[in-house]
């Protein structure tokens, strides 16, 4: 049998580097992504099929899918079910529709654009507890500046305790999430504009499509990935939302706008259930799997190659 | 033939041995991370070892600096091989936490836990059973009833005490002497009726003034009111709420707080939500005629200028007495603790009447019955809550309370809209806080 000679081993230990140096910097994310989400995803979706005890050692009878079959009948669950599918629903397009208006505006040469770009990006790196005290003023109902605003119009001073009931508790919670998230899809979608190639525009502007076609049969088509990467990820962060609805309301009055992840954190840290909290992560974080499965195909299909 | 360890040994290669030894010198640093060196260690070179201990004493004022300098200081001089650690925690923050470093099998060697959390956490078993431990007979003969009750978990597979008392409180009636003058009323109510009565007197809507402030819809806040009007939560063995919570009684007393709202007669901390103004910041401002708190509003309003001038009196008497809620702490210690018998050890200095004497000082009111005199003798205004203490009652001492606790406020607060009668609200109570005091998932 021939031996490979210098110049062929050489060549076939570089294409072997070739290969496996991709796979060799994956490693410490691989790593860290596999200790810090799939493992405890795994031990999380394990620990619901238990009656589960934290202390290392204690008994952990199973109890198949009881923990799954209560959380249908929990009204708890549903309230905080129905709370959080509105949020998605109200503020997902909201913020894409309004982060990509503001981006459009400001891809033009227009004057104070940096200074504009900085404030609207700001509120997505103010912390939370900041935005929430600032909001809580804001919709007080003692000296707030929105009952202050709407007395404006109204023929009697307004004293809507905002954060006090259901509906305008909700209310408060899209607008701050909306005002604090735009700022992300406005940044995406100002790459993905940038993105778009001058000529494609500026040959159907020639070929005299008006504007709005331009946006619709080239804008659009051109930053798709962009959209769907965003609208995953808003998707997936506004099935998480608990930390504003935590800090504003602290999910009352009673329970009424509660969302989710703030039942399963309730249910963990108060109650001490925690095989029952681990039932309702697992299937929010099945349904965001599968709706952001759906959403990736669907924004893939007849996407520009 | 060799023996089989040195056929082993010959075996290993030294890359191999070395390999050994590390992992066993890494075992034993591990071992003394949980502890099982340490302490096997601690017994026979007599090491000197740190108890952590966590809490969520106040930085504002004098209680965590009196425990440190004067309590531990003490128990070190006593203890010589023994320091203590204590680590202060905001109250949101100090079960979370607890319950994470117990998973993580490196807990602190003791707790100050609110005793609500007590028997949540003898389900979980991360706390000691110490009933066992020598000088708790002693303690539980010398304890108040009331606080001890706190400690004795009677549900779950292994009753017993899980705790050591610490503090205890109650609830009595603040009421505001130039608002009750100004109504034409000498003194604070003597009975419950008398005291919804006075309420209506008292308020005044064009001056935002409510003749009583009820601090929320949830058991600590509305006990009082329930009791002493004969009605209740659960029964004995707190295993059931069925034909208590839902009783006539307990209808009755809803009733009487659910017509006062709807008269307007109590103010927003009743509703709650973000602008409700609570009874300690109402009360001073002449929003709340009366409301009930305990022995630490006392010094809230010692910083308040100018301090309105109040009185304290025992909660009105209804058809089942004058009855309001226990409060206070309990000492837990941790089961993977690093240092048990010393933590035991602490505990039980913590009840010790040096121990208790200079935290009632500071507002912890004594569990120890033979105490009861001497901090009202230091701290006269103690002495309305020592005596509302002889008739107060514990919540459920139950691992479900938590749950129940919150079925309780949601369906109050329905009730409280509207949305459901005050009868078919404590129906559906009743019902959840079965599920929840059986532990059964909702």
Redesign the interface.
């Known amino acids: 049998m021939d031996k490979p000679s210098g110049a062929g081993f050489r060549r076939a230990r570089q294409r072997a580097g070739n290969l496996l140096t991709p796979y060799a910097l994956l490693i410490p994310a691989a790593a860290m992504f596999a200790v810090f989400i799939i493992y405890p995803l795994y031990r999380q979706f394990n620990i619901s099929f238990y009656d589960w005890h934290i202390f290392p050692g204690a008994s952990n009878p199973g109890v198949g899918l009881t923990n799954f079959r209560a959380m249908f009948k929990d009204p708890a669950v549903r309230t905080a079910a129905v709370n959080t599918l509105l949020f998605v629903v109200i503020t997902v397009p909201i913020q894409i529709v309004l982060g990509l208006a503001a981006a459009a505006i400001l891809t033009d040469r227009l004057p104070g654009r940096g200074l504009l770009r900085g404030l609207i990006f700001i509120p997505v790196v103010t912390s939370w507890v900041v935005v929430a005290y600032i909001f809580a003023y804001i919709f007080a109902e003692q000296g707030g500046l929105a009952n202050a605003f709407l007395s404006l119009f109204a023929s009697h001073p307004v004293h809507t305790d905002w954060l006090a009931h259901r509906w305008t508790g909700e209310a408060v919670i899209w607008i701050v999430s909306i005002w604090k998230g735009i700022g992300w899809s406005f940044i995406m979608f100002l790459a993905a504009l940038d993105g778009v190639p001058r000529t494609l525009l500026e040959a159907s502007r020639v070929d005299g499509a008006r504007e709005g076609s331009v946006w619709r049969h080239v804008v659009l088509p051109s930053i798709r990935p962009t959209m769907a990467f965003v609208l995953v990820l808003l998707l997936i962060g506004a099935s998480q939302v608990w930390i504003q609805v935590f800090l504003l309301t602290g999910g009352g009055p009673y329970g009424s706008t509660q969302v989710l992840l703030g039942v399963a954190y309730q249910q963990a840290f108060s109650f001490f259930n925690f095989s029952y909290a681990g039932a309702i992560a697992s299937v929010m974080a099945l349904v965001v799997l599968v709706f952001s499965i759906v959403q990736i195909r669907l924004l893939r299909r007849g996407q520009v190659r | 033939m060799q023996p089989a360890k040195s056929r082993l040994r010959t075996r290993i290669k030294p890359a191999g041995r070395f390999a050994v030894a590390a992992a066993v010198v890494l075992a034993g640093s591990v071992a003394g991370i949980t502890g099982i060196a340490a302490s096997s260690a601690s017994a026979k070179t007599a090491k000197p070892i740190t108890l952590q201990f966590w809490s969520t004493y106040d930085l504002k004022d004098k209680e965590e600096s009196t425990f440190v300098n004067v309590v531990i200081k003490k128990f070190e001089q006593e203890n010589p091989g023994i320091k203590v650690d204590a680590s202060v925690y905001l109250y949101a923050d100090l ?2 936490k607890f ?1 994470a470093a ?2 993580a ?1 490196d807990p602190p060697d003791l707790m100050r836990s609110d005793i609500q959390w007590v028997p ?1 956490l003898a ?4 706390i000691k059973n110490v009933g066992s431990v020598p000088g708790f007979s002693a303690i539980e003969a010398a304890t108040l009833p009331g606080p001890l009750a706190t400690t004795r978990v009677a549900t779950g597979e292994a009753p017993g005490y899980y705790a050591f008392p610490d503090d205890t409180n109650t609830q009595a009636l603040f009421w505001n002497k130039a608002l009750f003058a100004a109504a034409g009323i000498s003194g604070p109510p003597k009975t419950l009726s008398q005291m919804y009565a006075d309420a209506a007197t008292l308020t005044n809507a064009s001056k935002q003034q409510y003749g009583l402030g009820v601090d929320g ?1 949830d058991m600590w806040n509305m006990a009082p009111y329930i009791w002493s009007a004969g009605g209740g939560f659960t029964n004995a063995k707190y295993n059931s709420a069925t034909g208590v919570m839902n009783s006539s009684k307990t209808v009755g007393a809803v009733t009487s707080l659910v017509n006062l709202l709807k008269a307007g007669d109590i103010g ?1 901390d009743f ?6 103004v609570s009874g300690e910041e109402g009360f001073p401002k002449g929003e709340y005629a009366m409301y009930i708190d305990g022995p630490w509003a006392v010094d809230t309003y010692k910083a308040d200028n100018p301090m309105p001038a109040y009185g304290i009196a025992p909660f009105p008497k209804g058809p089942g007495g004058s009855v309001s809620t226990v409060g206070g702490e309990d000492i837990v210690v941790a ?2 603790g690093h240092h048990i018998t010393a933590a035991e050890k602490f505990a039980e200095f913590l009840d010790s009447p040096f121990a208790q004497e200079a935290m009632a000082a500071q507002g912890d009111m004594s569990t120890e019955t033979s105490d009861a005199a001497a901090e009202v003798k230091t701290t006269p205004y103690l002495k309305v809550f020592a005596q509302q203490l002889e008739t107060a009652k514990v919540r459920a001492v139950s ?2 309370y ?2 129940m606790d ?1 079925d309780w ?2 369906e ?3 009730i409280l809209a509207g949305k459901v009668t005050v009868s078919a609200g404590l129906n559906t109570a009743a019902a959840q806080a079965n599920g ?1 005091l059986r532990g059964i ?2």
């Open positions: 079960l979370p319950l117990s998973a099998g949540q389900s979980e078993g991360v819809t927003s509703e709650g939500g973000a602008s409700a089961s993977g691992a479900g938590s749950q919150s406020s949601t109050m607060g329905a929840a998932t909702p």
